[in-house]
């Protein structure tokens, strides 16, 4: 059994820096190392990411298994969300 948070992999992408990033929608991205959520623009954003830079993350520990659909991801702070007050 694979473990980790899966992750669709459809939603991970490369910023054109080079940071890998999980695309929660509406602009909001995820950096895959630091966690940090960054409002972008879709032409900040170069390309999905490959099964190249799946094994380099895998190297580093920062994705734990991937196949076809899914990324099993290790543990990422939550998304923030808005309360009702």
Known sequence: MTGGSP?????????????????WGDGLYQDIASGDFLHLLEKDISHSISDDELDQLKVVGLVMDYN???VYMRPLPERPTRTLD
């Open 7 to 23: 992750v669709g992999r459809q939603w991970l992408v490369i910023r054109k820096d080079g940071t890998p990033l999980v695309d």
């Open 68 to 70: 076809a659909s899914q």
